[in-house]
């Protein structure tokens, strides 16, 4: 939908550029318009940091990051943008132009086929210094056209995307990359006791599925692992009609894995990465799983299911069973994991929960990319609360409200040996987003933490 095509300029600065046809003077780098100049220029829009004037070739933005990081000032000008447009910005280095054309490539709304002519396709010439101009950017390109995929997946709704559909999207997704995809149907899943993924699907007519995703590229090794619930409805302890809306992104988890272990391979990093996709539909019925029902995990302890609505950790319980017993060198699960996560953390941030390097790799990798995620501790009394009589534990502890976020990594810890390097990525905040797109997040679907990790494969590369 958005291309892009670089021109020289004829001066060392794209900056020094004159539109004297549009009538204004060499914009500086740090130019940021205020409202009466681009009136003055004949702005035919305005905002904090973008005006479209005419210029010799049509029209032509003219912008001043106005603070903004390239990478969000791209992705502002790409919602401003509603015509094929020329685009002159302060990009001295091959990295900040890297950065900017990412914004443009992540800053627009994502397709959906539930509606017509949602979208104008938009072309940018970007004016950049002499030396840049070949600047080879069909990576970037790549990475966002994967992620722009991936935010279409979550915003799938449930009557669209159901465990198999999305275990055969991962695959297509694959295609033509240096990835091994293996689906495990019900059956599969039976043979390899992975008892959490088949009990949160059992209410379902749409049966779970797990995918292993497999990217051999050398050297270290990194597992992933996904929370895939196609749709949350809480089963047999049945959430509330308005707790419910939203629910079909309660996989973007195993999206997100999916989405890194693709970016990771399109760049052919040397790391070698394992994603697990845990999927299931959580639906209450004759066959779903009830509230104190004992189950038994993949790594052979038995869970006492107090409630079915906290679903999420009893899939991932297996994929990190799985993932541990491959010892890898870092393992790094990204779910939706708790209501708690929102309440504790808003829409934006991400929290972060584990032991070892993982926690602060996670951290450094989301802030070199500007992603936004915080660092919350793992309580042991939080553990403690989630003992039973009956089982190795219990999913919840009922009538807790207190520190959910937690006490969901927590209950996940008894998964992952103690001395692995482990992150807990509870993205329930950020994973979808209801209100105006901010920095390269759109409406819906915001594909968040899917750079981050591809970051970290590539600091855990070198
Ligand atoms: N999928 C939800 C968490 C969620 C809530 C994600 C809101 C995004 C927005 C999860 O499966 C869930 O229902 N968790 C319960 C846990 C509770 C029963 C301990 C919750 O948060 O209420
Ligand atoms: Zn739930
Ligand atoms: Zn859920």
Same mark, same amino acid.
Request: glycine share 10%; aromatic share 4%; proline share 5%.
């Given at each position: 939908? +958005?291309?892009?095509?670089?021109?020289?300029?004829?001066?060392?600065?794209?900056? %020094?550029?004159?539109?004297?046809?549009?009538?204004?003077?060499?914009?500086?780098?740090?130019?940021?318009?205020?409202?009466?100049?681009?009136?003055?220029?004949?702005?035919?829009?305005?905002?904090?940091?973008?005006?479209?004037?005419?210029?010799?070739?049509?029209?032509?933005?003219?912008?001043?990051?106005?603070?903004?990081?390239?990478?969000?000032?791209?992705?502002? #000008?790409?919602?401003?943008?509603?015509?094929?447009?020329?685009?002159?910005?302060?990009?001295?280095?091959?990295?900040?132009?890297?950065?900017?054309?990412?914004?443009?490539?992540?800053?627009?709304?994502?397709?959906?086929?539930?509606?017509?002519?949602?979208?104008?396709?938009?072309?940018?010439?970007? #004016?950049?210094?002499?030396?840049?101009? +070949?600047?080879?950017?069909?990576?970037?390109?790549?990475?966002? @056209?994967?992620?722009?995929?991936?935010?279409?997946?979550?915003?799938?709704?449930?009557?669209?995307?159901?465990?198999?559909?999305?275990?055969?999207?991962?695959?297509?997704?694959? +295609?033509?990359?240096?990835?091994?995809?293996?689906?495990?149907?019900?059956?599969?899943?039976?043979?390899?006791?992975?008892?959490?993924?088949?009990?949160?699907?059992?209410?379902?007519?749409?049966?779970?599925?797990?995918?292993?995703?497999?990217?051999?590229?050398?050297?270290? =090794?990194?597992?992933?692992?996904?929370?895939?619930?196609?749709?949350?409805?809480?089963?047999?302890?049945?959430?509330?009609?308005?707790?419910?809306?939203?629910?079909?992104?309660?996989?973007?988890?195993?999206?997100?894995?999916?989405? %890194?272990?693709? @970016?990771?391979?399109?760049?052919?990093?040397?790391?070698?990465?394992?994603?697990?996709?845990?999927?299931?539909?959580?639906?209450?019925? @004759?066959?779903?799983?009830?509230?104190?029902?004992?189950?038994?995990?993949?790594?052979?302890?038995?869970?006492?299911?107090?409630?079915?609505?906290?679903?999420?950790?009893?899939?991932?319980?297996?994929?990190?069973?799985?993932?541990?017993?491959?010892?890898?060198? =870092?393992?790094?699960?990204?779910?939706?994991?708790?209501?708690?996560?929102?309440?504790?953390?808003?829409?934006?941030?991400?929290?972060?929960?584990?032991? @070892?390097?993982?926690?602060?790799?996670?951290?450094?990798?989301?802030?070199?990319?500007?992603?936004?995620?915080?660092?919350?501790?793992?309580?042991?009394?939080?553990?403690?609360?989630?003992?039973?009589?009956?089982?190795?534990?219990?999913?919840?502890?009922?009538?807790?409200?207190?520190?959910?976020?937690?006490?969901?990594?927590?209950?996940?810890?008894?998964?992952?040996?103690?001395?692995?390097?482990?992150?807990?990525?509870?993205?329930?905040?950020?994973?979808?987003?209801?209100?105006?797109?901010?920095?390269?997040?759109?409406?819906?679907?915001?594909?968040?933490?899917?750079?981050?990790?591809?970051?970290?494969?590539?600091?855990?590369?070198?």
């Amino acid at each position: 939908m +958005t291309s892009i095509s670089l021109a020289a300029s004829p001066s060392k600065s794209a900056f %020094a550029l004159r539109y004297s046809d549009a009538g204004f003077d060499p914009v500086a780098a740090d130019f940021a318009p205020s409202k009466d100049a681009l009136t003055a220029y004949g702005a035919k829009t305005t905002s904090a940091t973008v005006a479209r004037v005419p210029g010799p070739k049509g029209n032509v933005l003219v912008v001043g990051s106005n603070g903004l990081s390239l990478r969000d000032f791209g992705a502002v #000008v790409r919602r401003e943008a509603l015509t094929d447009v020329s685009l002159v910005a302060a990009v001295e280095t091959e990295a900040q132009l890297l950065q900017l054309l990412e914004g443009l490539l992540l800053g627009g709304k994502t397709p959906t086929r539930f509606k017509k002519a949602t979208l104008d396709p938009v072309s940018f010439e970007v #004016v950049v210094p002499a030396n840049l101009v +070949t600047t080879d950017f069909s990576r970037t390109e790549k990475i966002a @056209g994967q992620i722009v995929a991936i935010r279409e997946l979550i915003n799938l709704p449930a009557n669209e995307l159901w465990p198999d559909k999305l275990a055969q999207e991962a695959k297509s997704l694959a +295609t033509g990359l240096p990835i091994d995809v293996e689906v495990w149907d019900e059956n599969r899943l039976e043979a390899e006791r992975c008892g959490g993924i088949l009990s949160v699907g059992k209410g379902s007519v749409r049966p779970p599925r797990l995918v292993k995703l497999s990217y051999h590229g050398g050297g270290k =090794h990194i597992a992933l692992v996904g929370k895939g619930i196609t749709f949350d409805t809480g089963g047999l302890s049945l959430k509330p009609a308005e707790g419910m809306v939203g629910m079909k992104y309660d996989m973007a988890g195993s999206a997100t894995v999916l989405g %890194a272990i693709l @970016g990771i391979a399109t760049l052919g990093l040397k790391v070698n990465v394992t994603a697990y996709m845990c999927l299931a539909e959580n639906m209450p019925s @004759g066959s779903a799983t009830r509230p104190g029902d004992v189950i038994t995990i993949r790594n052979g302890k038995t869970v006492e299911v107090l409630n079915t609505d906290a679903e999420g950790r009893l899939v991932l319980a297996d994929g990190l069973s799985l993932a541990q017993e491959t010892n890898p060198d =870092h393992i790094i699960d990204v779910a939706t994991l708790t209501g708690a996560a929102r309440i504790a953390l808003g829409d934006r941030y991400a929290g972060v929960m584990g032991h @070892g390097d993982a926690v602060k790799l996670t951290l450094e990798s989301a802030s070199a990319v500007d992603e936004l995620l915080w660092e919350m501790p793992l309580p042991p009394e939080l553990r403690t609360i989630l003992d039973s009589e009956i089982a190795d534990l219990a999913n919840v502890k009922i009538g807790n409200r207190a520190g959910g976020m937690m006490v969901g990594a927590q209950f996940l810890a008894d998964f992952v040996n103690k001395e692995t390097s482990w992150a807990h990525l509870d993205i329930a905040g950020p994973a979808n987003n209801d209100a105006a797109p901010y920095g390269v997040i759109p409406k819906g679907a915001s594909g968040i933490m899917i750079r981050s990790l591809i970051e970290l494969a590539q600091r855990v590369a070198q």
